[in-house]
């Protein structure tokens, strides 16, 4: 039972290059959602999916686009990087209204 | 603003010491959630108190919910050296599914 599963852990990128960062869970949860955390500022959200075949957009969702493959595998794409998405990226789900269940994270840095 | 606050920003303690770290919320909710990060690591689910409960005990945990004050307390108990980590709470707004908010959370230094 391996949770959640994100890939890369670490990536670099040059201003402008394009990346997808790939969230899978095994838990059947309902519920995925991608979240920047930055030093000072807690967790914001970006994107969530409340279900397979839904996506809406959480606090700072300019600049990501999001797809919910099925209802395991949840991908955020970033199309132009820029240096202020410099982050570290976490993949979460959950049932219902329960606790979350966190991925590792993906520390990306944008030069 | 931010929808969860916890209060201290840093707590520094010795080993065996209790451990107390407060968050304040503004806006009705329907559970309330703590989470532990060890540095560069993702964050664990500790603790969940809905709206209705008033306390709840985990191992050497205890959380506390006053929705009157709109505030909760994580107390650990008999601290070790291992719960060096940040801490935070997350707010289930009763309103908007699907929108837990994280405040910025307490950094907890246990000193051995």
């Known amino acids: 039972n391996a949770g959640v599963t994100q890939t890369p852990k670490f990536q670099v990128l040059k201003t402008g290059q394009s990346m997808t960062l790939q969230c899978a869970q095994d838990m059947n949860h309902n519920s995925m959602y991608w979240y920047r955390q930055d030093p000072g500022m807690g967790l914001r959200l970006i994107y969530y999916s409340a279900s397979e075949g839904t996506t809406d957009k959480g606090e700072v969702p300019n600049g990501y686009n999001v797809s919910r493959l099925n209802k395991r595998e949840f991908s955020l794409r970033l199309e132009s990087a820029a240096p202020s998405q410099t982050s570290v990226y976490f993949c979460?789900?959950?049932?219902?209204?329960?606790?979350?269940?966190f991925g590792s994270g993906t520390r990306l840095t944008v030069v | 603003s931010q929808q969860g606050e916890e209060d201290p920003q840093a707590l520094s303690i010795q080993e065996g010491e209790n451990a107390t770290m407060n968050c304040s919320y503004k806006?009705?909710?329907?559970?309330l959630q703590w989470y532990r990060q060890n540095s560069g690591r993702g964050l664990v689910h500790l603790i969940l108190i809905r709206s209705n409960e008033r306390e709840k005990h985990s191992g050497r945990l205890r959380v506390t919910l006053d929705t009157s004050k709109k505030s909760s307390s994580l107390l650990i108990t008999a601290s070790r050296a291992a719960d060096t980590a940040s801490y935070f709470c997350a707010t289930d707004a009763a309103t908007s599914y699907d929108k837990v908010i994280f405040g910025p959370g307490t950094s907890l230094s246990v000193i051995p």
């Open positions: 979460a789900s959950r049932l219902d209204r329960g606790g979350y269940t």
């Open positions: 806006t009705s909710i329907n559970n």
